[in-house]
């Protein structure tokens, strides 16, 4: 017995691969044909070959046979394209909608009739018009064009089909301005023509034309008029026009036009039936290869997040380019033997692909497709659309790009049978219902359907209104008048701002200006801003010039207030605190007693010590001996340890704790809770630092998987602590929060930017500092003043104060927060609502510290939900420039550079690091910038704007991460083949996840979490890990991230929760999680959840049941049964006592 039709060997074959083979043999056969100078053609239904004699073998013959349907198919389709349009008979029939009818009739059902695609214009009449003829001219061409009084209904199986109505005069609404003041006539005149071109057409009902006369004074009218997109096109006006002012000269005599032998309806029911299948595969083919891995997004920087539900509401930017601009564009373009059309299109597609940062760009264009020559004559709506693909690195100059950029569009045109939708459906089969597939930004470029003209006595010219509405992100509109090309740039407003839209506009201009200049030049380094852009755009950077002493260390400012005011209190924690003077005098033993071990001018300590006043007694020691200190958190793992002091090679270590510096390393151990500095003199001399001496060196995370150290240099905290004492001038009063660890540099600020005013530092243990549900009471009770935190601890603590029925911290004055992007929820306006306090955001790389600030003013409830990070710091200087290191203009994203006495001397014992992130700054000669790899953007009200990462780096919770350095982590397990580490959601939800391919047997996400945190800090551990059989790959060969799929829900276990506190906890994780239940051992991380979930379902078990249960809990027993059993003893720890009865009796005795 022979195997199943649809199936080859063991493996099912798809209907789609069948039909691939099929069409493949075919075309080999037609190949086959061609070579051997056969003639096929089809007559009768019979399949007809002229050959010469032995060129048919027997072979041919079998193969043509076996092929014969699909070859008369084939041969048919490409006889009825080659022939003339036929004429349909009239005989009340309806007619198929047109590919590009049918896709508009679709968006008008989905879109509920908008006026998206409706076609406006509006022409001015100056002289002795006659009102009447004109009237009966229009409504002649709106009966002579069958499109222009077609209706589309559906038929019983809710097919679209075109009816098409009996003639009917067109009713012209009249509309007097002449007793209005000429301002008043101007925008009353804008008001009519923008109210009908907005007016929805009902398709159901025809009649797709509409016209307003205005008359605005004796002698001068407007005629405004408006086509739904459905019946006519671009070159459907210039028809219209011509035909409406040939009639009008003739005194509306119909027999002034020729009789016209073919409508619209006939040659949309010819498209549907001129493309055989084998040509449809082909050109489908072609697309698939054409579009393969383009970039589905055009990411430009909008104003506001992407709506899922777009408005369509949009707006302009118009320009002109000149005469002598115009003449220069046809130059260029007949030296290259392109159009202009061509060079236009090209700059369009890099300023689009550089704004975006990407070398590639899909554009959409409308193409004429009026080949027929019955066509040219007809108003109907024939355009196509053509997606472009633009690759800027496909050539070494812009003129070379010309070429190439012609070349695919004549390709793109070959390939244009297949109806647009067909090629969305083959290449974008994933949509959404925020943006456009496949495109988000078209051109468009037309000769003028108008010349200024004189008829009937009567001057006619153009009159430009835009209806406001915006079919795409970004439209460019360029319309050839004569020796002039008029642009207009229609942007949608649900995304860009008017001064973004402008930016956009004026970087196409000078980019085309450059282009036709050096049209030699690489395109992606041809300037999008004027010389004097580029200077405005340098001057934004620039913070206020202030002289400094950089040479003034930061840790005079104890010194200065323990002689000022001795006995306030400089430390403060639980029980323990340190007075100004006590904290001098500590420090300046310790650091003498350092001088006596060797320490001097930069040397490197390290300091490895829990968060107590003898921790920041040995900070100022440190500094006060010259050297620079080594964070080492005692809450890393101690490989994480381990593998700093192999790479820093301090000379002492300072703990607090038994801590194996090494055998091999030649530091020495020094025991702070073991030194007795009581004969220590506290007046000992001490060393001078200068601005290059090393202050600290703190460890980040790397992108080669091992962590590198931040060099940073007094001067840089100098001038960071000047400028925060100025901008924000703390009082004695003041309680601050060291809320950061020492290595991340915020520390900083909380410590000497409290201590130069002599306020208190309140030090905080790292069990509180995590858990929000405790640090909230504790920021109360000690009466905090000021605040720093990362956006994700602020948002744990507005959340947990929210929930708590105001238990505000009513003490606070001001919050600044740093580390990441700044997100204002709701849970954030209540706060400081309630709080009063102010909110700063700040910004800065480890390798400079903060360099921006921005204050959030009004009231909460008018706060941007996502703030700029502001302006510079004083006497930094910050470039936001293009991957060629030219500054972009307002708007547009750029790599942020820095500059100024705020950078770090580089990286520790790693020069090739340094000399790569730390370059010549072009604008200031000998000077040295920092390259952050951060994306940002200028702000038109003057602020920078962050915009995420150049690379793949990311912050969770205030802490940069590099996810090559975890997915290094990850592939030293054994186990495990291949890693992709990245972050995944927003704002307080961001997690890391990775995604892992095992040799075998994948390990479990236990296993692998485990192996994590034995490595790295516990920020730095993914939150999921998700097993593959193999990472989704390009068709380049490299990791598609997009593709990486998103973690799967963990299955729920079949043991159901069976006692009370089970089901409770099971309940609030579902809730939290946002899944439907949740099993008895089911991982609450592995099931989606992450820290902020963890203290949001902490929160309300606490609530439900009375006792204090911790986020520290919910990661130390994620599981339903492991938590509800922690909540039993919580539970039976606090419930009081029984007390006896009174009628029971007791006994006492010993056992």
């Given at each position: 017995?022979?195997?199943?039709?649809?199936?080859?060997?063991?493996?099912?074959?798809?209907?789609?691969?069948?039909?691939?083979?099929?069409?493949?043999?075919?075309?080999?056969?037609?190949?086959?044909?061609?070579d051997a100078r056969i003639r096929l053609t089809a007559e009768d239904g019979e399949?007809?070959?002229?050959?010469?004699?032995?060129?048919?073998?027997?072979?041919?013959?079998d193969r043509l046979v076996d092929h014969k349907p699909g070859l008369l198919a084939h041969l048919g389709a490409q006889a009825r394209a080659a022939a003339p349009v036929p004429a349909l008979p009239?005989?009340?029939?309806?007619?198929?909608?047109?590919?590009?009818?049918?896709?508009?009739?679709?968006?008008?059902?989905?879109?509920?009739?908008?006026?998206?695609?409706?076609?406006?214009?509006v022409i001015r009449l100056e002289g002795p018009l006659r009102p009447e003829v004109l009237v009966s001219c229009l409504s002649q061409v709106a009966n002579r064009h069958e499109a222009l009084r077609t209706a589309f209904r559906t038929g019983d199986d809710g097919t679209p089909r075109q009816v098409v109505l009996d003639p009917a005069p067109l009713d012209v609404a009249r509309v007097d301005l002449t007793e209005l003041p000429p301002e008043e006539r101007e925008k009353e005149l804008a008001a009519v023509a923008r109210a009908a071109g907005r007016e929805r057409f009902d398709l159901a009902a025809g009649r797709l034309l509409r016209a307003v006369l205005v008359t605005a004074a004796p002698e001068e009218a407007y005629l405004v008029l408006a086509l739904h997109h459905i019946a006519a096109d671009a070159a459907s006006l210039a028809v219209l026009f011509r035909e409406l002012f040939v009639l009008y000269d003739a005194d509306a005599e119909p027999s002034a036009l020729a009789p016209l032998s073919l409508h619209y309806a006939d040659v949309s029911a010819w498209q549907r039936d001129v493309l055989s299948p084998l040509d449809e595969h082909r050109q489908l083919a072609y697309w698939k290869a054409q579009l393969a891995d383009a970039p589905p997004l055009l990411e430009l920087p909008a104003d506001r997040p992407r709506p899922l539900h777009p408005s369509f509401e949009g707006d302009t930017v118009d320009f002109v380019l000149d005469a002598p601009t115009t003449a220069r564009l046809a130059e260029v373009a007949a030296r290259a033997r392109v159009t202009p059309y061509t060079v236009l299109l090209t700059c369009w597609a890099a300023v689009l692909a550089r704004c975006g940062r990407s070398d590639e760009v899909v554009v959409g264009t409308p193409?004429?497709?009026?080949?027929?020559?019955?066509?040219?004559?007809?108003?109907?709506?024939?355009?196509?659309?053509?997606?472009?693909?633009?690759?800027l690195t496909a050539a070494a100059s812009f003129e070379e790009l010309l070429g190439h950029v012609q070349r695919t569009f004549l390709e793109g045109v070959d390939h244009l049978d297949v109806p647009f939708q067909r090629i969305v459906a083959e290449t974008a089969p994933q949509r959404s219902l925020s943006h456009t597939p496949v495109f988000q930004a078209m051109l468009t470029y037309f000769e003028s359907p108008l010349a200024?003209?004189?008829?009937?006595?009567?001057?006619?010219?153009?009159?430009?209104?835009h209806n406001g509405t915006a079919k795409f992100d970004l439209t460019l509109f360029a319309e050839h008048r004569g020796d002039s090309v008029a642009c207009s740039l229609e942007y949608a407003r649900d995304l860009f701002d008017p001064a973004t839209a402008r930016g956009l506009a004026d970087a196409f201009r000078h980019l085309l200006g450059s282009a036709l200049d050096s049209p030699g030049s690489d395109v992606a380094r041809l300037p999008l801003l004027t010389p004097a852009g580029r200077q405005r755009a340098v001057e934004a950077g620039l913070g206020a010039d202030r002289p400094l002493d950089l040479d003034r260390p930061v840790h005079r400012y104890v010194t200065e207030q323990a002689a000022l005011r001795p006995d306030a209190v400089a430390v403060s924690r639980a029980d323990q605190s340190l007075t100004y003077a006590r904290l001098d005098e500590d420090s300046s033993r310790l650091a003498a007693l350092l001088r006596d071990r060797g320490v001097d001018r930069g040397t490197l300590v390290g300091l490895h010590a829990q968060r107590t006043p003898r921790q920041l007694v040995a900070v100022l020691a440190v500094m006060k001996a010259g050297a620079a200190f080594l964070p080492l958190d005692p809450d890393h793992p101690a490989e994480r340890t381990r593998q700093m002091l192999d790479e820093a090679?301090?000379?002492?270590?300072?703990?607090?704790?038994?801590?194996?510096?090494?055998?091999?390393?030649?530091?020495?151990?020094?025991?702070?809770?073991?030194?007795?500095?009581?004969?220590?003199?506290?007046?000992?001399?001490?060393?001078?630092?200068?601005?290059?001496?090393?202050?600290y060196v703190i460890y980040t995370s790397g992108s080669t998987g091992k962590p590198k150290g931040i060099a940073m240099r007094h001067g840089a905290i100098t001038n960071l602590l000047a400028w925060q004492t100025k901008a924000f001038p703390f009082a004695p009063d003041d309680r601050v929060l060291q809320f950061s660890p020492l290595h991340f540099d915020i520390c900083m600020m909380e410590m000497f930017g409290t201590w130069a005013a002599g306020g208190t530092v309140v030090l905080v243990d790292a069990e509180t500092r995590r858990d929000a549900m405790r640090l909230l009471p504790y920021v109360r009770e000690t009466g905090i003043t000021r605040l720093f935190l990362p956006y994700v601890a602020l948002q744990q603590l507005a959340e947990v104060a929210r929930a708590r029925d105001g238990r505000w911290p009513t003490e606070l004055r001001e919050v600044f927060s740093a580390g990441e992007q700044l997100q204002v929820t709701e849970e954030l306006r209540d706060f400081f609502r309630h709080t009063g306090a102010v909110l700063h955001n700040q910004y800065g790389p480890s390798e400079a510290h903060v360099i921006t600030s921005y204050t959030l003013s009004g009231t909460p409830d008018t706060w941007e939900h996502l703030p700029p990070v502001g302006t510079a710091v004083d006497n930094v200087r910050i470039r936001v420039l293009d991957p060629h290191g030219a500054p972009v203009p307002q708007g547009v994203p750029g790599e942020v550079h820095v500059a100024g006495p705020c950078l770090a001397r580089g990286y520790l014992h790693r020069p090739d690091l340094t000399d790569q992130a730390f370059v010549p700054d072009p604008c200031t000669a000998g000077e040295r910038m920092y390259r952050t790899g951060d994306l940002a953007r200028w702000r038109a009200d003057g602020t920078l704007e962050h915009l995420g990462r150049v690379d793949h780096q990311v912050k969770v919770r205030g802490f940069r991460v590099e996810p090559g350095e975890v997915t290094a982590v990850l592939l030293g397990h054994p186990a495990l083949r291949e890693a992709v580490v990245e972050a995944r959601g927003s704002g307080a939800d961001r997690a890391l996840m990775a995604w892992v391919v095992a040799d075998g047997a994948a390990p479990s996400a236990a296993e692998l979490r485990r192996h994590c945190l034995d490595r790295l800090p516990e920020y730095?551990?993914?939150?999921?890990?998700?097993?593959?059989?193999?990472?989704?790959?390009?068709?380049?060969?490299?990791?598609?991230?997009?593709?990486?799929?998103?973690?799967?829900?963990?299955?729920?276990?079949?043991?159901e929760p069976g006692t009370a506190l089970e089901k409770s906890v099971a309940a609030v994780f579902a809730d939290v999680l946002g899944v439907e239940r949740v099993g008895c051992d089911d991982d609450f991380f592995q099931s989606g959840g992450h820290s902020l979930a963890a203290t949001r379902a902490a929160l309300r078990l606490s609530e439900e049941h009375g006792v204090d249960v911790t986020a520290r809990t919910v990661f130390a027993r994620p599981t339903v049964a492991a938590l509800a059993e922690n909540l039993e003893v919580l539970l039976w720890a606090s419930a009081p006592p029984v007390p006896a009865g009174a009628d029971e009796e007791w006994e006492e005795g010993e056992l």
């Amino acid at each position: 017995m022979g195997r199943p039709h649809g199936t080859r060997g063991d493996h099912p074959v798809s209907g789609e691969q069948e039909a691939t083979g099929a069409f493949r043999e075919l075309t080999d056969l037609l190949r086959a044909v061609e070579d051997a100078r056969i003639r096929l053609t089809a007559e009768d239904g019979e399949l007809r070959v002229s050959a010469a004699k032995g060129a048919l073998t027997a072979q041919l013959r079998d193969r043509l046979v076996d092929h014969k349907p699909g070859l008369l198919a084939h041969l048919g389709a490409q006889a009825r394209a080659a022939a003339p349009v036929p004429a349909l008979p009239r005989d009340g029939r309806t007619f198929p909608l047109s590919p590009g009818q049918e896709a508009l009739w679709v968006l008008d059902q989905l879109e509920g009739h908008r006026p998206t695609y409706v076609i406006s214009g509006v022409i001015r009449l100056e002289g002795p018009l006659r009102p009447e003829v004109l009237v009966s001219c229009l409504s002649q061409v709106a009966n002579r064009h069958e499109a222009l009084r077609t209706a589309f209904r559906t038929g019983d199986d809710g097919t679209p089909r075109q009816v098409v109505l009996d003639p009917a005069p067109l009713d012209v609404a009249r509309v007097d301005l002449t007793e209005l003041p000429p301002e008043e006539r101007e925008k009353e005149l804008a008001a009519v023509a923008r109210a009908a071109g907005r007016e929805r057409f009902d398709l159901a009902a025809g009649r797709l034309l509409r016209a307003v006369l205005v008359t605005a004074a004796p002698e001068e009218a407007y005629l405004v008029l408006a086509l739904h997109h459905i019946a006519a096109d671009a070159a459907s006006l210039a028809v219209l026009f011509r035909e409406l002012f040939v009639l009008y000269d003739a005194d509306a005599e119909p027999s002034a036009l020729a009789p016209l032998s073919l409508h619209y309806a006939d040659v949309s029911a010819w498209q549907r039936d001129v493309l055989s299948p084998l040509d449809e595969h082909r050109q489908l083919a072609y697309w698939k290869a054409q579009l393969a891995d383009a970039p589905p997004l055009l990411e430009l920087p909008a104003d506001r997040p992407r709506p899922l539900h777009p408005s369509f509401e949009g707006d302009t930017v118009d320009f002109v380019l000149d005469a002598p601009t115009t003449a220069r564009l046809a130059e260029v373009a007949a030296r290259a033997r392109v159009t202009p059309y061509t060079v236009l299109l090209t700059c369009w597609a890099a300023v689009l692909a550089r704004c975006g940062r990407s070398d590639e760009v899909v554009v959409g264009t409308p193409v004429g497709n009026r080949d027929q020559p019955q066509a040219a004559s007809l108003v109907g709506f024939f355009v196509k659309t053509l997606p472009l693909r633009v690759d800027l690195t496909a050539a070494a100059s812009f003129e070379e790009l010309l070429g190439h950029v012609q070349r695919t569009f004549l390709e793109g045109v070959d390939h244009l049978d297949v109806p647009f939708q067909r090629i969305v459906a083959e290449t974008a089969p994933q949509r959404s219902l925020s943006h456009t597939p496949v495109f988000q930004a078209m051109l468009t470029y037309f000769e003028s359907p108008l010349a200024d003209t004189e008829t009937g006595g009567v001057t006619v010219s153009r009159a430009d209104v835009h209806n406001g509405t915006a079919k795409f992100d970004l439209t460019l509109f360029a319309e050839h008048r004569g020796d002039s090309v008029a642009c207009s740039l229609e942007y949608a407003r649900d995304l860009f701002d008017p001064a973004t839209a402008r930016g956009l506009a004026d970087a196409f201009r000078h980019l085309l200006g450059s282009a036709l200049d050096s049209p030699g030049s690489d395109v992606a380094r041809l300037p999008l801003l004027t010389p004097a852009g580029r200077q405005r755009a340098v001057e934004a950077g620039l913070g206020a010039d202030r002289p400094l002493d950089l040479d003034r260390p930061v840790h005079r400012y104890v010194t200065e207030q323990a002689a000022l005011r001795p006995d306030a209190v400089a430390v403060s924690r639980a029980d323990q605190s340190l007075t100004y003077a006590r904290l001098d005098e500590d420090s300046s033993r310790l650091a003498a007693l350092l001088r006596d071990r060797g320490v001097d001018r930069g040397t490197l300590v390290g300091l490895h010590a829990q968060r107590t006043p003898r921790q920041l007694v040995a900070v100022l020691a440190v500094m006060k001996a010259g050297a620079a200190f080594l964070p080492l958190d005692p809450d890393h793992p101690a490989e994480r340890t381990r593998q700093m002091l192999d790479e820093a090679r301090p000379d002492i270590v300072l703990s607090d704790a038994p801590l194996d510096v090494g055998a091999d390393r030649e530091a020495t151990l020094l025991r702070l809770d073991e030194l007795d500095l009581s004969a220590v003199p506290a007046d000992a001399p001490l060393p001078t630092t200068d601005r290059d001496d090393l202050i600290y060196v703190i460890y980040t995370s790397g992108s080669t998987g091992k962590p590198k150290g931040i060099a940073m240099r007094h001067g840089a905290i100098t001038n960071l602590l000047a400028w925060q004492t100025k901008a924000f001038p703390f009082a004695p009063d003041d309680r601050v929060l060291q809320f950061s660890p020492l290595h991340f540099d915020i520390c900083m600020m909380e410590m000497f930017g409290t201590w130069a005013a002599g306020g208190t530092v309140v030090l905080v243990d790292a069990e509180t500092r995590r858990d929000a549900m405790r640090l909230l009471p504790y920021v109360r009770e000690t009466g905090i003043t000021r605040l720093f935190l990362p956006y994700v601890a602020l948002q744990q603590l507005a959340e947990v104060a929210r929930a708590r029925d105001g238990r505000w911290p009513t003490e606070l004055r001001e919050v600044f927060s740093a580390g990441e992007q700044l997100q204002v929820t709701e849970e954030l306006r209540d706060f400081f609502r309630h709080t009063g306090a102010v909110l700063h955001n700040q910004y800065g790389p480890s390798e400079a510290h903060v360099i921006t600030s921005y204050t959030l003013s009004g009231t909460p409830d008018t706060w941007e939900h996502l703030p700029p990070v502001g302006t510079a710091v004083d006497n930094v200087r910050i470039r936001v420039l293009d991957p060629h290191g030219a500054p972009v203009p307002q708007g547009v994203p750029g790599e942020v550079h820095v500059a100024g006495p705020c950078l770090a001397r580089g990286y520790l014992h790693r020069p090739d690091l340094t000399d790569q992130a730390f370059v010549p700054d072009p604008c200031t000669a000998g000077e040295r910038m920092y390259r952050t790899g951060d994306l940002a953007r200028w702000r038109a009200d003057g602020t920078l704007e962050h915009l995420g990462r150049v690379d793949h780096q990311v912050k969770v919770r205030g802490f940069r991460v590099e996810p090559g350095e975890v997915t290094a982590v990850l592939l030293g397990h054994p186990a495990l083949r291949e890693a992709v580490v990245e972050a995944r959601g927003s704002g307080a939800d961001r997690a890391l996840m990775a995604w892992v391919v095992a040799d075998g047997a994948a390990p479990s996400a236990a296993e692998l979490r485990r192996h994590c945190l034995d490595r790295l800090p516990e920020y730095m551990v993914p939150t999921v890990f998700v097993p593959l059989d193999a990472l989704p790959l390009t068709v380049a060969g490299k990791v598609a991230r997009s593709l990486l799929p998103e973690p799967e829900r963990a299955p729920v276990t079949g043991r159901e929760p069976g006692t009370a506190l089970e089901k409770s906890v099971a309940a609030v994780f579902a809730d939290v999680l946002g899944v439907e239940r949740v099993g008895c051992d089911d991982d609450f991380f592995q099931s989606g959840g992450h820290s902020l979930a963890a203290t949001r379902a902490a929160l309300r078990l606490s609530e439900e049941h009375g006792v204090d249960v911790t986020a520290r809990t919910v990661f130390a027993r994620p599981t339903v049964a492991a938590l509800a059993e922690n909540l039993e003893v919580l539970l039976w720890a606090s419930a009081p006592p029984v007390p006896a009865g009174a009628d029971e009796e007791w006994e006492e005795g010993e056992l």
